[in-house]
């Protein structure tokens, strides 16, 4: 019974003179190594040489402030509910008097954090934001020695009001004309009178 | 008398200095030659281009834990690795490094000392040098360690005797001289030894491959087999003694090999380049390039020791035995019959 046709007769065959002083095989081998010499290394010195990245890179996160300075995130949750890895947590605070200039909308996230260990980078958080607040950037989430030390909070993702990050590459103008699409599902949860209809049923 | 003893001492701190310098940038140079033959770039970060990994190591090697196993044997424990060391550095005390110097009108001979058996003493030492692995292997009560001894023991006997006859050979031809010196002054004129002892010089070579305990021949400590081979229970310095008189054997090895086989400080029209730089006998300058030619000789055998290493595979053990005793030994026997027929043709021998 033949199972495959990829069957090979095995050479049993005496070896030569040639073969049995094995030192043409080395000096072939030795070549064979020799050449490499001459080879140019692929290594890239990594702080001093950098590897180009694509223009959507997904890295470190960034919580965007609106031009006035204020943080965007109003403390929704839809990043959590969309985060498959469970990366995000953060609790609520009320923006009081005065506040005005610190927070954009009136419910603020008091705590962020991201748990840079558990993150996958998929960009799903950045996808169902509803206020264009996260954002993932080119940056790449720093080495560290504990694992605490992995847990981001609103000190290392919110951004510095001197300090832009620049996510121009990531929402661009298609980007956010995508997501007024009607129909995609966060659209559709914030859509006030879907809601409602929603509600009626 | 003082000026003999202060010469002296001034020749041996200089060849001690020199094959632990050697050495030490050896252990550099065969991971970035490893890494240049993989299409790598090796170690880089300390000092500019690497340079200063050797101290890095060193420093290392110091700063690490010294364990000394209870169940080990103290004493010989100890004196494995100093033992290794020693007859490591040792060998070096025959080798003439270049022409001799003239310094207030007396020649100094650039050679620690020129005693008339000096071939012999070399292979005297050379023997006793695997008595440092043996001792050190067995005291760490391991049977890693203890395999890796006995490989090393055996394998150092079989390749020896191999290594010796071709000695005998290249001694028949060179004039019959035991002395480093006579045998290197000897290739000052004519052909360099390796013309008439090409099959003595492959036998040598791989004998010398076998006793420096390189790859292929890396049986006693083989990783992937016995751990660590002989050294699995070192650490710290006395580990670091071991790695490094491997690098002063290799370095040593590639001296005598240059010396025997390829006229040492001597080159192709030596004389007539001294003669048109109006040098004579003596001038420290025609001591400086003889060195130099020495030493860029030794320094492509280093190279080659590490281009084998980092091409070969390691052999089996029956495929070491039998490449000692069934290949190498009736070669070198081939070898010596043939020499002593050639020499005779010469004229070199008298009946």
Redesign the interface.
């Known amino acids: 019974m033949q199972l495959t046709n990829r069957k090979v007769v095995v050479s049993n065959k005496e070896q030569s003179f040639a073969e049995r002083m094995y030192l043409p095989a080395?000096a072939k081998?030795?070549i064979?190594?020799?050449s490499?010499?001459f080879?140019?290394?692929?290594?890239i010195?990594y702080p001093e040489q950098k590897r180009p990245i694509a223009n959507v890179y997904r890295g470190q996160h960034v919580l965007k402030r609106d031009e006035n300075g204020a943080e965007r995130c109003t403390s929704c949750g839809m990043c959590a509910v969309a985060c498959p890895a469970e990366a995000i947590t953060m609790t609520s605070g009320e923006r009081k008097k005065g506040e005005e200039h610190l927070y954009r909308e009136e419910k603020y996230a008091a705590t962020y954090e991201i748990d840079m260990l558990r993150c996958i980078f998929c960009g799903l958080c950045e996808e169902a934001c509803p206020k264009e607040a996260i954002f993932l950037t080119d940056r790449i989430v720093d080495a560290g020695f504990e694992r605490k030390d992995f847990v981001f909070g609103k000190d290392k993702l919110v951004e510095k009001i001197d300090q832009r990050i620049d996510v121009t590459k990531r929402q661009t103008p298609e980007v956010l004309a995508f997501k007024k699409i009607p129909g995609l599902k966060h659209n559709e949860l914030y859509d006030a009178k879907k809601l409602n209809k929603g509600h009626k049923h | 008398m003082t000026a003999f003893i202060i010469y002296k001492a001034i020749m041996c701190a200089a060849v001690f200095l020199l094959s632990l310098g050697v050495a030490a940038y050896a252990t550099l140079w065969e991971r970035k030659f490893a890494a240049f033959l993989q299409d790598r770039k090796g170690p880089s970060r300390a000092g500019p281009g690497g340079l200063l990994q050797p101290i890095a190591d060193g420093v290392k090697m110091f700063m690490k834990e010294e364990i000394i196993p209870n169940v080990s044997n103290r004493s010989l424990f100890i004196i494995g690795p100093c033992l290794f060391m020693v007859t490591a550095v040792m060998t070096s005390v025959v080798i003439p490094w270049a022409k001799p110097m003239m310094i207030g009108g007396h020649l100094y001979d650039l050679q620690i000392t020129d005693i008339n058996i000096g071939t012999i003493y070399l292979l005297g030492v050379v023997s006793i040098g695997v008595y440092g692995i043996m001792i050190g292997g067995w005291a760490s009560n391991n049977k890693f360690a203890l395999l890796g001894a006995v490989r090393a023991s055996s394998q150092m006997i079989s390749y020896e005797i191999a290594m010796g006859i071709a000695l005998i050979a290249l001694i028949i031809s060179s004039g019959g001289s035991l002395s480093l010196k006579d045998i290197i002054e000897g290739q000052d004129k004519g052909f360099a030894n390796i013309v008439w002892q090409p099959l003595g010089f492959l036998i040598f070579f791989i004998c010398a491959l076998a006793e420096t305990n390189r790859a292929p021949f890396d049986l006693p400590e083989c990783e992937t087999e016995l751990v660590g081979g002989y050294h699995t229970e070192y650490s710290s310095m006395k580990l670091g003694l071991f790695l490094f008189a491997e690098y002063i054997n290799m370095f040593i090895s590639s001296a005598i090999m240059a010396g025997f086989y390829f006229g040492g400080y001597n080159f192709p029209f030596a004389s007539e380049l001294y003669a048109k730089l109006g040098l004579v006998e003596g001038d420290w300058l025609i001591s400086l390039i003889g060195f130099g030619a020495y030493f860029t000789k030794i320094v492509i055998f280093i190279c080659v020791f590490m281009w084998v290493r980092w091409t070969l595979p390691r052999f089996r053990y029956d495929q070491l035995m039998n490449l000692g005793w069934k290949t190498l030994l009736p070669l070198s026997l081939l070898n010596l019959a043939l020499t002593v027929v050639v020499e005779y043709f010469r004229g070199n021998i008298h009946f």
């Not at chain 1, 080879?39 to 290594?43: F, G, I, M, N, R």
Request: aromatic share 0%; no cysteine.
């Open positions: 080395i081998g030795m064979i190594t020799a490499h010499l080879k140019k290394s692929p290594t010195n």
